[in-house]
């Protein structure tokens, strides 16, 4: 068997990286963001990000707001970001050794097939984080992206939402590219972000947003919970102060609080993902202290798994927090003013409403400002025996380690490809899931 170089080594790590980033199409759909520590194989790394404060900001005539009872409180808010997870690639030491120059490289069938198939595992998890992250779902679930209109709601509800219109991308799947025909513009002049790629990434606009159409989105089957409108809010006053969950004390955790539910059959199940609506609980623009025009439900979506305990469950974990204008106390009250999402707080009893039929499987769609996810990497730590080297993506932070390495005992050979890297929720409310009418 011949001997594999350095040089060999670097030639092989060069390609893949090159592969793997040219079949990697969240590329430009979330941000990334390497850290300069390494990690270890075994332990993961934990950040800590900023999240802004609002003020209840008020309008006086003939004069200016009298200040002596004190000045309004500030809460910055923190997300909680962490690497603790690793995608793998790897191939047989044949394989390897095969490749002597650059044509060999690129022609490599189990090179390729090896970082095309990393690409569209990190693609699918990173859609799944983002997909499922958003409490706004549009559309009648399971239904396809048929119709301009359908894709323009998800459009209209993240504007009510306050988000920007700056980096904002459509994700569909080819169904959907199928039925919208002449209705999805190829983009003209689309310089970095049609780069030349083996799977194509945003190469059509809706409206003038960049779209793109994928095999890698979700599926979601949701629990067996009770059929809508059976489930209730158990106990009145479940709304939160702001500044209780406005600090993070776990991945996604920002801004969502715990309700307690019951009416439920047995032992149902909820699973995270999963939307539902509140009887007589109204979105909230805090930006006009309004409610939102024309008044909807507010959506809340359900951020881990729950099974129901003799028909109840006490701690059901969602997003958004329930913040009542002018609620609470001292402080609290231009803050929870400030950062309100509901008009006002459930009725013990209130009827909840779930998205789509229990049991069932659907796949959502997604419209996401980059910002809203962020993908943490950072590079993995070089190992003390065999070859190893690291190469970071152009265009993207994020390092691939290959490692090779031989067993005396058993003689086997092999080469590794591992990534660490961790898809990060900053900010649900700047994601819709969307479906048809």
């Known amino acids: 068997m011949g001997t594999v170089t350095v040089d060999q080594a670097k030639l092989v790590l060069n390609t893949f990286v090159t592969v793997l980033k040219n079949n990697l199409v969240t590329r430009d759909c979330v941000e990334w963001n390497e850290h300069d520590a390494e990690m270890d194989d075994r332990n993961g790394l ?31 808010g923190s997300e909680l970001f962490e690497v603790t997870g690793t995608f793998n690639a790897n191939m047989g030491w044949g394989d390897f050794v095969k490749i002597r120059d650059i044509g060999q490289a690129r022609e490599s069938k189990a090179l ?11 693609d699918a998890y990173v859609l799944e984080v983002a997909t499922l992250a958003s409490s706004n779902w549009t559309g009648t679930p399971g239904a396809s992206i048929a119709d301009h209109i359908d894709a323009v709601a998800a459009y209209t ?63 979601l089957t949701v629990g067996s919970r009770a059929a809508s409108g059976a489930a209730q809010v158990n106990g009145g006053s479940q709304q939160s102060n702001y500044a209780d969950v406005a600090k993070s004390t776990s991945q996604g955790y920002f801004m969502s609080q715990t309700l307690s539910v019951n009416n439920m059959t047995g032992t149902n199940t909820v699973k995270a993902g999963e939307t539902f609506t509140i009887a007589g609980v109204f979105a909230f623009d805090n930006r006009k202290q309004a409610l939102v025009q024309p008044a909807r439900l507010q959506q809340f979506t359900v951020i881990e798994d729950a099974t129901a305990s003799s028909g109840a469950i006490a701690s059901l974990r969602v997003f958004p927090a329930i913040i009542v204008p002018g609620s609470g106390s001292g402080d609290n009250v231009n803050i929870n003013t400030a950062h309100a999402t509901v008009d006002a707080a459930p009725a013990n009893g209130a009827a909840i409403t779930w998205g789509g039929t229990a049991s069932t499987a659907y796949g959502p769609r997604l419209l996401i400002q980059k910002e809203a996810i962020c993908v943490n990497t950072v590079p993995l730590i070089m190992p003390a025996t065999g070859i190893a080297m690291r190469k970071r993506l152009n265009g993207i932070p994020l390092t691939v380690r290959m490692w090779q390495n031989s067993d005396f005992d058993t003689g086997a050979h092999n080469v590794r490809f591992d990534v660490a890297m961790n898809a990060n929720v900053r900010d649900r409310r700047k994601l819709c899931r969307m479906n048809g009418s």
């Open 46 to 76: 934990q950040v800590v990000e900023q999240v802004s404060p609002r003020y209840n900001v008020t309008r006086t005539e003939n004069g200016v707001k009298d200040l002596s009872s004190g000045t309004d409180g500030t809460v910055f």
């Open 112 to 122: 390729m097939g090896a970082a095309t198939s990393l690409a569209e595992k990190i």
């Open 157 to 219: 509800r993240l504007k009510e939402e306050g988000v920007s219109d700056a980096n904002m991308r459509y994700v569909m799947n080819y169904t959907d590219k199928q039925l919208l025909g002449d209705q999805v513009t190829n983009l003209s002049a689309p310089g970095k972000m049609a780069e030349t790629a083996f799977r194509k990434g945003f190469a059509g606009e809706i409206g003038g947003i960049p779209s793109m159409f994928t095999n890698q989105l979700p599926v």
